[in-house]
């Protein structure tokens, strides 16, 4: 395994952490100390959705619960979103 991480940044609570390809944005968040929502953690429920500002992710399961508007415009589901850069999300 890469010991590579990305960095993720939140807003608006302008908090940063390290997420490692191979893992949820969600579980670094919670790792680092940082409070999110979440309820299902497998991308039905959409509790923790967010903005993805800038940056890359890929999701875990091929559609989430996410409509194709949702995604088209940039919504993600950090519970099964997997970092692909350093990433800005925004929380509702």
């Known amino acids: 395994m ?9 807003e608006p609570q302008d908090a940063i952490f390290d997420c490692a ?6 579980l670094a968040a919670l790792a680092a100390g940082i409070a999110l929502p979440w309820s299902c953690r497998n ?7 967010a903005q993805l500002v800038s940056g890359s992710i890929v999701h875990r ?3 989430p619960g996410l409509s194709a508007e949702e995604k088209a415009a ?6 099964v979103a ?3 850069s350093d990433v800005t ?3 509702p």
């Open 2 to 10: 890469s010991s590579e991480t990305f960095k993720v940044r939140l």
């Open 21 to 26: 390809p191979d893992q949820p944005v969600l």
């Open 43 to 49: 991308g039905t429920c959409r509790t923790c959705i």
């Open 61 to 63: 399961i091929p559609w």
């Open 74 to 79: 940039g919504l993600i589901l950090p519970c």
């Open 82 to 84: 997997e970092p692909r």
């Open 89 to 91: 999300l925004r929380q």
